[in-house]
């Protein structure tokens, strides 16, 4: 009886204190969770992800950072590789918000690179391209990442929209 009494206080001291923590936090705290990039995450093998091959000698990879600015928002990063005789990319990014059941909606343009059009042949080069902070919200957010351009001959479009983790804002 007296380990079934400890246990019913721990219980009970459990359940105030969670509630406290729960009634307690301001849903404006600013508090970031699971930023990064999608090819620095670890598969299932505890094996890096790394870049998406999009074809055309062109490889994306999508993070998602919190505002440095101390807000509870985010920034995109777009990091691209190139192979030699790839075909030139103008990568873009886009924000996008989780409804809380599976659906997702994009809530901010980050644009595109500054740098306009990156042209093909460069060996392996990255870059990093960071978009306008996108503060004050709340809720679970990626970033979206792609580009225009022709990968393998295909027809001239938009290719990639490929994820960053997902990052949390409370």
Known sequence: ?????????FA?????????????????SAATSNT??????????????????????????????PAADGSNGFYGII????APGSMGVFP?????????????????DLHCTKDGWLSGGRDGLTYNIVSQTVGGLNGAYMVKVGFWGTPGGAPYGYYGDIESPVASVW
């Open 79 to 82: 990091r691209v590789q190139e």
């Open 36 to 65: 990064g990039c999608r090819g620095d995450q670890l598969d299932r093998n505890r094996h890096p992800l790394g870049y998406v091959d999009v074809g055309g000698g062109v490889s994306l990879d999508s993070c998602i950072e």
């Open 1 to 9: 009886m007296k380990t079934l009494g400890h246990l019913a206080r």
């Open 12 to 28: 009970t001291i459990g359940a105030l204190v969670l509630g406290g923590i729960a009634v307690g936090t301001s849903s404006a």
């Open 92 to 108: 873009c990014a886009q924000l996008y918000k989780s409804d809380g059941f599976g659906g997702w909606s994009e809530v901010q």
